[in-house]
């Protein structure tokens, strides 16, 4: 291109560039004005309107120990806490297709290393474990820090506050897609921000999370509750909500 005629063209206000007779409604051509995106009222530093609060610092009602006859975990000063030999908490409601907000906290004294520290973690589905862990300065496989998907993703960068700081997870989880057969269609996908940092974009999970072999598909519901796992560390959660998404991986 000419280079004067395109310092004119970027010097042309936009107004004036569709100033010109039917340029209106040949712009109107490419426009949508439906549907209309439902209005959310996002306050900030709270809870989008159109959220399920699964705890947000009163009691663990929308909660159940997955472990016949355990008492659950502990609720005192707006936290929960994971009571080691507890077993693992799981939400009475089932999801497929969310994005999560999960606030949690590592135990501000030190104990252990590696997968020792701090360990806990949210299952998506109670199947695909993204990984809670004190990975501020702790040294461990990759692929089982904090923010991985444990034993399949490492995350791009470790976003760890120190211990005894309030962290968040922001995630999407898409659910696995499977046919009449029973076939995969279509894998689960998450992304993950951990402390405000992109971590995990898009990964395409290989199957459920697995400590011991290779991950693989069985089929499973399209809903199931989401998990939070005890791992023998007093490992705290403050504020955790969901939004239940529409369209997402059909
Ligand atoms: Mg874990």
Do not use: C
């Not at 252990?112 to 199947?127: D, H, K």
């Not at 695909?128 to 461990?140: A, F, G, K, M």
């Not at 290779?214 to 989401?226: E, G, K």
């Amino acid at each position: 291109m000419n280079p004067r005629f395109l310092a004119a063209l970027l010097l042309t206000p936009l107004s004036a560039a569709i100033a010109a007779p039917g340029d209106a409604a040949r712009a109107a051509k490419t426009e949508a004005w439906t549907p209309v995106p439902p209005v959310v009222s996002a306050p900030e530093g709270g809870i989008p309107s159109d959220a399920i609060v699964l705890f947000d610092g009163r009691n663990a009602d929308a909660w159940e120990p997955v472990s016949p006859g355990s008492k659950g975990w502990k609720v005192a000063d707006g936290v929960l806490t994971v009571v080691p030999h507890s077993g693992y908490l799981r939400t009475k409601a089932s999801f497929g297709d969310i994005q999560l907000h999960v606030e949690f906290r590592e135990p501000a004294i030190v104990k252990g290393n590696g997968q020792g520290r701090g360990n806990s973690g949210v299952f998506f589905m109670g199947l695909y474990e993204l990984q809670i862990l004190d990975s501020y300065r702790n040294p461990t496989y990759v692929n089982g820090q904090a923010a991985s998907i444990y034993k399949e993703y490492a995350p791009l960068v470790n976003a760890s506050r120190p211990p005894g700081e309030w962290q968040a997870y922001d995630a999407v989880f898409v659910a696995p897609r499977f046919g009449k057969d029973g076939v995969l269609i279509s894998p689960a996908r998450a992304t993950v921000f951990h402390n405000g940092v992109l971590v995990l974009y898009d990964v395409k999970l290989t199957g459920p999370t697995l400590w011991i072999g290779v991950p693989h598909y069985a089929p499973h519901a399209a809903r199931l509750p989401l998990e939070l796992q005890e791992h023998g560390d007093a490992v705290s959660f403050r504020r955790i909500w969901v939004r239940e998404l529409k369209g997402l991986g059909d």
